[in-house]
């Protein structure tokens, strides 16, 4: 069942896929003939450093593909800038696994696209590989040079080559820089960029924080009421116990989604959780020989604290629209839950309580304006019965739900 679901959700994902639009944003790249060319550049948000991108010279051009052999530099206007450059790198791994037990870094020359960070007087780069991290910086435009910092093993123990913060007290020298606010350094991207900003405006250089240029709306908090479409199988391993179907009903439910955009590739990831209120009321009269009065009243009162937390896929359309498929492990809380069985009369035979346990739920839905949004939700069948050998239960769930982001 299980694998059936993953195979529905990977399906309901790729179809969206396959009709969603690919999005080309104002760019130039400038070719090895030092000729400029501005065009339209697919942003796909780079986690890792490009050797490639794809452009169109305009929305009614066949797409074509530039690489690091044929472009000197790349960007996309007010979000990133990429230089072609040959440098000395250091592909140390910080790995425990496949550390080195040499201090020194290993270089080798290679040539890279660079992704600028801060240009100025002063300019700050990134070269991101998997799990490789290095940063490269430069002076009034002489040679790019690896910031130095390596992880190294001695008699077991993690070492420190902690070199950069020499290179940025001896190169980047500034009335408004001291010694401590380089032995504080780290080596990160925020820390670096707070220290280049620094040196650029300690000696009024102008300079451009290309981070800074991005939204950084990473966050949304969502408020999602929606309606549930619900239903209870309950079945007894005993023969001719009491097995029954509970009808389908509507029900309201009412959720808050804490949403984090993650800050690559174009932001079409999030990671999501939605704390939200459910409630399902049922009653089922059945006939039987097996109580006096010959009927059996059977009644759920089911209400619980679901957690969905998840995954989110965005396909966009233009600046306004896009779409979603997402999918999620839900906990559920269940309180004051009861199924109870009462004759005709209204006398207890026997109440169940509600245990529930996980199951998976299904999303697509659509947003605008990134305020406003409606999607649906299959969720696979909860067991509520966890707490009983003999008891085995099926509760499903269809939700149409409306949000409303708050922020």
Not at 5 to 20: N, Q
Not at 48 to 71: H, R
Request: hydrophobic share 35%; charged share 25%; with cysteine.
């Amino acid at each position: 069942m299980k694998k059936q679901t993953l195979f529905l959700a990977l399906s309901v994902i790729l179809s969206i896929k396959s009709f969603s639009q690919i999005i080309f944003e104002n760019g130039y790249f400038i070719n090895d003939s030092n000729q400029k060319i501005e065009c339209l550049i697919k942003n796909i948000d780079w986690e890792n450093n490009p050797t490639e991108f794809e452009y169109m010279l305009s929305q009614d051009k066949i797409a074509q593909k530039e690489s690091v052999e044929t472009v000197k530099e790349f960007g996309i206007n007010g979000v990133s800038k990429y230089i072609r450059t040959t440098v000395k790198i250091d592909r140390s791994s910080d790995e425990i696994n496949n550390m080195s037990s040499e201090k020194n870094p290993n270089f080798q020359e290679e040539q890279l696209f660079l992704k600028v960070l801060i240009e100025g007087k002063a300019s700050l780069f990134l070269y991101k590989d998997g799990n490789l991290t290095k940063f490269f910086y430069n002076l009034n435009d002489s040679e790019i040079k690896q910031l130095v910092y390596k992880c190294y093993l001695i008699h077991n123990y993690i070492a420190h080559n902690n070199y950069f913060k020499q290179q940025l007290f001896i190169d980047l020298k500034c009335q408004a820089i001291i010694l401590n606010d380089v032995e504080h350094l780290k080596y990160t991207k925020k820390d670096l960029e707070r220290f280049f900003i620094k040196y650029n405006e300690c000696n009024s250089s102008s300079y451009i924080n290309y981070e800074s240029e991005q939204k950084k709306d990473f966050f949304n908090l969502s408020f999602r009421p929606g309606l549930n479409y619900s239903n209870l199988a309950i079945q007894n391993s005993i023969p001719d116990s009491r097995d029954i179907d509970f009808d389908n009903k509507f029900s309201f439910r009412f959720g808050i989604e804490a949403e984090y955009i993650l800050p690559f590739n174009k932001k079409k990831w999030g990671i999501i959780i939605e704390p939200t209120y459910q409630y399902y009321k049922s009653e089922k009269t059945t006939e039987t020989n097996n109580i006096s009065g010959g009927i059996l009243v059977s009644k759920v009162n089911y209400q619980s604290i679901e957690l969905p937390i998840g995954v989110r896929h965005y396909f966009f359309f233009n600046d306004k629209s896009k779409i979603f498929a997402d999918i999620s492990y839900i906990f559920d809380s269940s309180t004051n839950s009861l199924i109870m069985f009462t004759r005709i009369d209204g006398s207890i035979l026997n109440s169940l309580e509600v245990k529930s346990r996980t199951n998976l739920g299904l999303g697509i839905g659509y947003k605008y304006k990134d305020k406003y949004s409606l999607g649906i939700r299959y969720q696979t069948s909860r067991e509520i019965l966890g707490d009983y050998l003999l008891w085995n239960s099926s509760y499903k769930t269809f939700s149409i739900i409306f949000g409303y982001s708050l922020f």
